[in-house]
């Protein structure tokens, strides 16, 4: 009798481990085929302008995820457009375009939109900022830039690179953590397009811009 309990035992934890297998296997499974598809990009997206980590910071788990950018113009005309498409229907997306603007009226821009709540961030002459009250917030980066062939002085302002980023659709994190993710891709874009040689003096940038603090 106690040999038939023993097996009977043995039995029953054999398929109590061979269960969990299957319920772990099937987590695993579930967690690759569901949830890592921002994690199948390449390293860098956009062109190799922006680290995928942090688009990852900024949208949730998807089954599959696309890249794309685009360069068009030259001059005063020049823009450079990336998105970061989940199959959840969210989305990053950024654009940066060379502009007739300072630095004040930019800034005074995105601030009128968000009722004057905002959260800053500069360095080395590179301004960043993002919109506090409004659901997602949108992020810009101001850099400025003369293009080849433009004389500065046939502004009526200044010629700045000015990168505008925003999250569509569901998001991995809120609040300022949110911001400071979408800002640092405006910042890596913007890098990326001062880098293609569209302005006529180079310019050394930071590895990244000084944290946001958070609200």
């Not at 190799?48 to 113009?73: I, M």
């Not at 200044?158 to 990168?163: D, E, G, K, R, W």
Request: aromatic fraction near 8%.
């Amino acid at each position: 009798m106690e040999v038939v309990a023993m097996r009977k035992s043995t039995r029953y934890l054999t398929l109590g481990a061979i269960a969990l297998c299957l319920v772990g296997g099937g987590w695993f499974g579930y967690q690759q085929l569901f949830t890592k598809g921002l994690d199948r990009l390449s390293e860098k997206v956009c062109d190799d302008a922006v680290a995928r980590e942090t688009a990852v910071r900024a949208l949730p788990d998807s089954r599959s995820a696309e890249q794309s950018a685009k360069r068009s113009g030259s001059g005063t005309i020049f823009t450079f457009t990336c998105r970061v498409v989940t199959s959840s229907d969210s989305f990053l997306s950024g654009e940066v375009k060379i502009q007739d603007t300072s630095e004040r009226t930019w800034a005074d821009f995105y601030g009128s939109h968000a009722g004057t709540a905002l959260l800053r961030s500069s360095a080395d002459g590179v301004e960043a900022l993002a919109q506090l009250d409004n659901h997602h917030g949108t992020a810009s980066v101001y850099v400025p830039c003369v293009p080849h062939g433009v004389k500065a002085d046939a502004a009526s302002e200044s010629y700045a690179h000015v990168t505008e980023a925003r999250p569509i659709g569901d998001t991995r994190s809120t609040g300022t953590s949110l911001r400071q993710a979408v800002t640092d891709f405006a910042y890596q874009l913007t890098k990326h397009a001062c880098e293609l040689g569209d302005c006529q003096t180079p310019r050394a940038f930071p590895a990244e811009l000084p944290r946001y603090k958070a609200h």
